[in-house]
């Protein structure tokens, strides 16, 4: 089962357009971590939320943490071919210390 | 963070076979995990490697099948025994650290791409 749902599941814009990615669940975490990963290589941290509400913003990556820490998304402003890769969120689940459930991904494609 | 390394970052293997791979973490760490991701699909946590006793695994993987072990606090190792097809994937290893703030969180290795023929 499949607790972490991410939408859309593929992307395909150019350069410069803005595009927002969502992580949705019906359980809460105690954090929330989102990746990106590119063709041949593991999965790089770009940032972890904590705090219900909680806004974090990485350059032209803004990441929002859920009010009730069910939800996430990313938005990015101004995209750029290096944006292209795929988009993981992961959730610690509260009580459950240190496993990460993986949501089901977002393949982001970025044109010139 | 932690910087992670593993070995090998590719194999192409015949079914029935067995390949290990191996983890290196460049500081100790408590927790190391191993993942597997399927071609264009998310991660799946295959197991907790934990250091000097047995292995955690999911529901769905058996130690039989990927048998794991930790010797030290920086190295462990994945095997994928008797290989069918379908075990075709990538392997990852990941760590649990500390970020900003004292928040824990995972760092991944590049990964392992197995093909079995």
């Known amino acids: 089962t499949q607790l972490l749902e991410q939408s859309p599941q593929f992307l395909s814009i150019q350069e410069g357009e803005n595009l927002t990615v969502y992580c949705n669940s019906s359980?809460?975490?105690?954090?929330l971590q989102w990746y990106r990963q590119e063709p041949g290589e593991g999965p790089v941290l770009l940032v972890t939320?904590?705090?219900?509400?909680e806004v974090k913003k990485l350059k032209r990556l803004t990441f929002q943490f859920g009010d009730a820490r069910k939800d996430s998304s990313l938005h990015i402003t101004a995209a750029q071919p290096g944006d292209t890769g795929l988009y993981l969120c992961?959730?610690?689940?509260?009580?459950?210390?240190?496993?990460?459930?993986f949501g089901t991904g977002t393949r982001l494609q970025v044109t010139l | 963070s932690a910087v992670i390394s593993q070995k090998p970052s590719r194999d192409i293997c015949q079914r029935g076979t067995s390949l290990t791979i191996q983890c290196q973490v460049d500081?100790?760490?408590?927790?190391m995990f191993w993942y597997r991701q399927q071609p264009g699909q998310s991660l799946t946590l295959i197991a907790t490697?934990?250091?000097?006793?047995?292995?955690?695994?999911e529901s769905g993987f058996v130690i039989d099948k990927f048998p794991i072990s930790r010797p030290n606090l920086t190295f462990s190792t994945l095997t994928v025994s008797n290989m069918s097809p379908e075990d075709s994937s990538i392997y990852l290893c990941?760590?649990?650290?500390?970020?900003?703030?004292?928040?824990?969180?995972?760092?991944f290795g590049p990964g392992t791409r197995l093909l079995v023929l």
């Open positions: 990941s760590v649990e650290a500390f970020s900003g703030r004292a928040i824990e969180t995972q760092y």
């Open positions: 359980s809460v975490f105690s954090s």
């Open positions: 939320v904590v705090t219900g509400g």
């Open positions: 992961a959730g610690a689940i509260t009580g459950t210390a240190s496993k990460l459930t």
């Open positions: 500081s100790q760490v408590t927790m």
């Open positions: 490697a934990n250091q000097g006793s047995e292995a955690t695994y």
